[in-house]
């Protein structure tokens, strides 16, 4: 029997970084979870209950020597890597004249610096193994724009950006880059920045009328990982109920 394959996800302690986690799991593979929330980590790794096949790695993917110590420890760990997923992200609502430097800068940091050194620290180790994938979590707030999202937005199209580039040169090198866009989930994330009109908004604006589920989007960042998308390089997937087919944007 051949070696489980490996995935680092970022952001595993909850919400669509969870899902996709027990996602690769149940598909037989190992699965490193980042996350720098430890206590919710731990509970969460605790909570799957596979001791030989989860690793917990406290890291903020903000700071390159913890994203560093990350890789390495995942290597360590398991022997190899195969795929990444940077999922890790943060989000603040807040008209433009009001987001303050702080809270872009943070925004920043998170949603397009973590994907950029998450990236350049695994794909050395990937290519130990003989190559891999990358998921990078973007949104359908990078895909057109809305109201009060001038930081989470701009993050999130410039991480669609990020994945064509990082797709261009690394595509020859064995390691395939692609990006899901997800429409709205009620994770906790949701919890903080959705008003009540804007729930009201996307329920309108998106064909199926309701939020994604979790599992949902695990199935397609795990589809981009697997062999069964091996010819898909650079292109994103939105999972978001038909909102980017339709043009219509957000308030
Ligand atoms: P969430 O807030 O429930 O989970 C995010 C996780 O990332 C948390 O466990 C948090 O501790 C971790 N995290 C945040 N910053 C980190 C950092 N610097 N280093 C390490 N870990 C960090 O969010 P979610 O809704 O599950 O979002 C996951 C991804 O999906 C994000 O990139 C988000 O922008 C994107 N997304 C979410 C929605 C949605 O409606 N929920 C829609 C579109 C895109």
Same mark, same amino acid.
């Given at each position: ?5 490996? %995935?680092?996800i970022t ?8 899902a996709?986690?027990?996602? @690769?799991?149940?598909? +037989? ?14 509970? =969460?790794?605790? +909570? ?6 989860v ?13 560093? !110590? ?5 290597e360590?760990? @398991? ?8 999922? %890790? +992200?943060?989000?603040t609502? /807040?008209?433009?004249? *009001? ?6 800068? *943070?925004?920043?940091?998170?949603n ?8 350049n ?6 290519? /130990? ?37 990082? %797709? ?7 390691v !395939? ?15 903080k920045?959705h008003t ?8 309108? =604006? ?9 599992e *949902?989007?695990? *199935? ?17 997937l ?14």
């Amino acid at each position: 029997m051949s070696e489980a394959k490996v %995935a680092l996800i970022t952001g595993a302690a909850r919400g669509i970084g969870l899902a996709a986690a027990r996602k @690769f799991l149940e598909e +037989g593979w190992r699965v490193a979870m980042l996350d720098r929330d430890t206590e919710t980590l731990r509970s =969460a790794v605790e +909570g799957l209950g596979q001791r030989n096949t989860v690793l917990p790695v406290f890291a903020d993917v903000s700071q390159p020597d913890q994203v560093q !110590r990350a890789v390495d420890e995942t290597e360590n760990a @398991f022997g190899r890597l195969d795929a990444l997923v940077n999922n %890790a +992200g943060v989000a603040t609502f /807040k008209p433009v004249l *009001e987001t303050t430097f702080e809270e872009w800068s *943070e925004i920043m940091a998170t949603n397009l610096s973590g994907p950029f050194l998450c990236t350049n620290a695994a794909v050395p180790a990937m290519l /130990k193994s003989g190559g891999g994938a990358v998921v990078n979590i973007a949104s359908i707030s990078g895909l057109r724009a809305s109201l009060l999202r001038v930081a989470y937005g701009t993050s999130k199209a410039a991480v669609l950006h990020l994945t064509k580039q990082q %797709a261009a040169e690394l595509g020859n090198l064995g390691v !395939r880059v692609n990006a899901v866009a997800p429409g709205p989930v009620d994770t906790a994330m949701a919890k903080k920045v959705h008003t009540p009109d804007i729930r009201a908004d996307y329920h309108d =604006a998106i064909p199926l009328n309701r939020y994604g589920l979790e599992e *949902e989007l695990a *199935e397609a960042i795990f589809f981009l990982c697997s062999d069964r998308a091996s010819y898909i390089n650079g292109q994103y997937l939105a999972v978001d109920g038909g909102f980017d087919a339709t043009g219509i944007g957000l308030p």
